[in-house]
């Protein structure tokens, strides 16, 4: 099987499909990747192993016209380009995983149509690229039980897919001990993405210099590598201050030791948190495009598993009220059995049946 992946930009849209990619590798599938050569697929598809195809795109837009006339051009020569290594490659099915590259990929793969198309679509409310594709895909395949209006009639819940390691965690008292942690107290995980999150590191330095953690817990915080320094000084001296990371590329180990977690509402975070069984803080992105982390985090909070906090209630010092209130023993265990309930579904086994189904369609025709 020749199997085509086309999205990038950020890691929500990235590593679910190399989570994708690497179980039809292991069946035997060869891959190949189409995106761009100036954001994050053009480090972070090499380093996963697999080919990188680059193609010229430009973002959908409804600003000035400058902007949409070089954009335009842009997706033009990326369609011709997409079209050409579609043609070499001869895949049995593309998948799009978001990101605008998606767009001048997917055209060239509808215009050439030898072979289904599919799109991950793993934020509650799709952009505008994804919701304009969505006519000309074959199959959407979602994250949460409800499908987007634009979905009507090609929405498939199967869950987010996250790398293998996270679905199947070390001991917790390993993973407490490899990071330095007691064993005898319970844990707040909490990290803002590869940048940080400022609001959030600011608000859990304040709470711990003024040792408002909850009694009985203790913090691991990944702070994001460009807020780092900052936030060791402002912590220096204080009983948290070696559970402080700049960054974990592999989250195992804070996965399994962590009771609960406080984080954004991005699409990979909320992936790895269904697929761990954690329950969540989400504080979601004020600046996200269409404001999609708040729609992906009340989704989350109305299955149970989360609680939503404004950002601005962060900054504002509500942290230690709701931090209070969710580590109480019943309320706690009342979102860790929703957040449980949640990893029931497995992504990469409903994903790998719905390529099958897909591609023998294909054969069939």
Partial sequence: MNVVFTGGGTGGHLYPAIAIADVLRARGANITFIGTKDRLEATIVPQAGYRLVTVASGPLTRSSSGRMLRSGFSNLIGIMQAARAIARVKPDIVIATGGYVCFPVVLAAAILRKHPIALLEPN??????????????????????????????????TGIPVRA??????????????????????????????????????????????????????????????????????????????????????????????????????????????????????????????????ANAEMVARAGAAVVVDDRELIAGKLRNVLADVTRPGRLNALTAAAERARAMDPLATILARVDALTSRKSVK
Avoid: C
Wanted: no cysteine.
């Fill in 124 to 157: 509650a409310h799709p952009g505008l690229t994804n919701r304009v594709l969505a006519s000309i895909v074959d199959e959407v395949w979602g994250a949460f039980p409800e499908a987007d209006r634009h979905f009507k009639g090609k929405y498939v819940h």
């Fill in 165 to 294: 390691g996270l679905r199947s965690l070390p001991s917790r008292d390993d993973a407490v001990t490899r990071l330095g942690l007691s064993v005898s107290r319970r844990t707040i995980l909490a990290m803002g993405g590869s940048q940080g999150a400022r609001s959030i590191n600011d608000a859990l330095a304040s709470l711990v210099q003024t040792d408002g953690l909850p009694e009985g817990w203790q913090l691991i915080h990944v702070t994001g590598e460009k807020e780092y320094d900052r936030v060791r000084r402002a912590l220096n001296g204080t009983h948290a201050s070696p559970a402080v990371r700049p960054y974990l590329h592999d989250m195992t180990d804070a996965y399994a030791a962590a009771d609960l977690v406080l984080a954004r509402a991005g699409a990979s975070t909320l992936g790895e948190l269904t697929a761990t069984g954690k329950p969540a803080v989400l504080v979601p992105y004020p600046h996200a495009a269409d404001d999609h982390q708040r």
